[in-house]
């Protein structure tokens, strides 16, 4: 079992970056998927990426391909969504997951964070 806690959204301008964290305790993360979601008001959760085990492979949705990575750090349990060149679309409440396969569906994930809100201002 894993227990996360997203960290780093916040306000920021068009064109800006931000860095998401997502720490886990309990479990060690190097057992774990960890995959990012987001949920903007109105809309079904979308998924943005998510990482392997290994922390080297990756997946990264199509909308925010070329502007967002993901690392992951095993060693501090600690999973990153770099987001840079950031566009009002962009803004959602996102979330890591964890305890699934290497997967872009949500239901395939047991562990969330509680999410932490992206706003990106025209």
């Known amino acids: 079992q894993v227990q996360l806690v997203e960290s780093g959204g916040g306000l920021v301008q068009i064109g800006g970056s931000l860095r998401l964290s997502c720490a886990g305790s309990?479990?060690?993360?190097?057992?774990?998927?960890v995959a990012w979601f987001r949920q903007a008001p109105g809309n079904d959760r979308e998924f943005v990426g998510a990482?392997?085990?290994?922390?080297?492979?990756?997946s990264i949705a199509a909308s925010v391909k070329g502007r967002f990575t993901l690392s992951k750090d095993n060693a501090k349990n600690t999973a990153y969504l770099q987001m840079s060149n950031l566009k009002p679309e962009d803004t959602a409440v996102y979330s890591c997951?964890?305890?699934?396969?290497?997967?872009?569906?949500?239901?395939?994930?047991?562990?969330w964070g509680q999410g932490t809100q992206v706003t990106v201002s025209s």
């Open positions: 997951a964890a305890g699934g396969p290497y997967s872009s569906r949500s239901r395939d994930y047991t562990y």
């Open positions: 309990g479990r060690s993360f190097d057992n774990y998927v």
């Open positions: 990482i392997a085990k290994n922390g080297v492979t990756t």
